[in-house]
């Protein structure tokens, strides 16, 4: 069993700055790309950043420069620094990771989501 655990996220003020992590753990054999997602009230889930476990990473256009996502392999965590933050940033942001169980299965897991409002 695998889980993905999220924390960091809260209200802020416009301009602000935020730090979200997300922790992989149970019956792993490997972890490879990981990443944040968002989803605002009546929009699709978005791609927020993404990190491969070699370290190469990808960003949305809209928060290039502001955020920045990083990696620690050996504790299976990735967190999101979140500067400059505007209220368009304000969504429900969820952690995957594309998690290999064993040497043959693997599958995406989600986790539940920690919410981030931007707003004076």
């Known amino acids: 069993q695998v889980q993905l655990v999220e924390s960091g996220g809260g209200l802020v003020q416009p301009g602000g700055s935020l730090s979200l992590s997300c922790a992989a753990s149970?019956?792993?054999?490997?972890?490879?790309?990981m990443g944040w997602y968002r989803q605002a009230p009546g929009k699709e889930r978005e791609l927020v950043a993404g990190?491969?476990?070699?370290?190469?990473?990808n960003y949305a256009d809209s928060i290039k420069g502001r955020f920045t996502i990083s990696r620690d392999n050996a504790k299976n965590t990735i967190w999101l620094q979140m500067n400059g933050l505007k209220p368009e940033d304000t969504a429900v942001y969820y952690c995957?990771?594309?998690?290999?169980?064993?040497?043959?299965?693997?599958?995406?897991?989600w986790g539940k989501g920690t919410l981030v409002t931007v707003a004076s």
């Open positions: 995957n990771a594309a998690i290999m169980t064993t040497w043959f299965d693997g599958a995406p897991y």
């Open positions: 149970g019956s792993i054999f490997r972890v490879n790309t």
């Open positions: 990190i491969t476990s070699g370290g190469n990473t």
